[in-house]
């Protein structure tokens, strides 16, 4: 086993070494490799690093931990003079001979990192009315929505799905994602997201339509590419990240014109873990369905949950009606977002079923346009074709 003491040494000198080089955010680690001492660090201007991020992808993507071979071409391409950093232990998965996981090193070297992820599921919150209410009334609002996250991961954690629900705040609601990667993150994030409303539903029920110390809810999910980084604050970067990207920027889009109680879900694709086809929003919805059913019996209330079911609604075009329709929202810069409106219902035991999000027929004053879906179909890999739905 490996001395803690020179393991908590040997973490503290490389977070003193790389603070140092870090120069108060005007630098940034791009990646790190072991050697025989201990572990070498490239370290460069972030202007420089973001400028190469196109060419050099592997800048970054992926772990911050490189084998030699990568490790030398990121420091070749930013010109960058390795930060060499020797340590009392030997890095390693063996934890019988004393080697101290990678990972410990990792947690260390991403808070001064920018790493960008191609898929992650991440929901947004926008508490309706926020402005209308007393101060004391806001805290009130933004406390409960806090518990009822807390809450999710708690009952998602019972149920025997670990999830670690970051977030962020927009002043009147939150972004939330899981810090986990992958499909399966990205569900069990799907799955806290009906749960936090669940949640929410029932404070609302128990404290009163009237009340306003529990927030009335908008909501949105979707998949898509982001940017994490450990926000610099004083001297010193935050503990935890952040996100910025692609997907925020589209939740944001969404929320701004979804209705009181609608739930939005993005139109997105995202691949199988491992990548052989490719997962549209219905497939998404219906893949969490197996997820869900494993929630039977987490106590929400006081009541034991049965079901909890969702789908994206029907809707008619035209005329015509279809079993799935798609709504595309122009933002104020003319770029257009495709959604689909959701609804879940959860069943209990001995009590009556909460439903949530809204229904085809509540939409008349949602500022989007409704459409025909094409339906992705997957052939020969991940490689996709067309058909309309019917």
Known sequence: MADLNQVREGLREIDIAVHNSWKLGKNMVVGWMTDESGIQVCVAPCYRVLAQATTSPRLLHGRRMMDAATFGDACKVLQARPLRLALPFKIGTDRAKGEVDPDSIDSVIRRYSIVQSEYRGVMLFDVVGFSKVSPIEQVAQLNSLEYSINNAAKKMSDAGFEVELARSTVGDGFYVWNRARGLEADLRTYAALLLILIDNALARQNAGEGSK??????????????????????????????????????????????????????????????????????????????????????????????????????????????????????????????????????????????????????????????????????????????????
């Open 213 to 390: 110390l529990v927030p009335r809810l908008r909501a949105c999910f979707s998949v898509g590419s982001h940017y994490s980084y450990h926000q610099v604050e004083g001297t010193r970067p935050r503990g935890f990240e952040y996100i910025v990207g692609d997907v925020t920027i589209t939740l944001a889009r969404m929320i701004s014109k979804a209705l009181s109680g609608q739930i939005l879900i993005g139109n997105f694709q995202r691949p199988l873990d491992p990548i052989t086809t490719m997962l549209d929003t219905l497939l998404f919805v219906a893949r969490a369905e197996k997820l869900l059913s494993r929630l039977a019996g987490s106590i929400i209330g006081e009541h034991a949950i049965k079901e909890i079911r969702s789908i994206v609604t029907s809707g008619s075009v035209a005329g015509k009606a279809y079993p799935v329709v798609k709504y595309v929202i122009e933002d104020k810069h003319g770029y257009h977002h495709e959604v689909f409106n959701l609804r879940a219902k959860a069943k209990r035991e001995d009590s009556v079923p909460i439903d949530l999000g809204l229904r085809p027929e509540q939409l008349a004053n949602f500022g989007a346009t409704p459409a025909v879906y094409e339906i992705p179909v997957a052939v020969d890999g991940p490689r996709m074709v067309q058909k309309a739905a019917t």
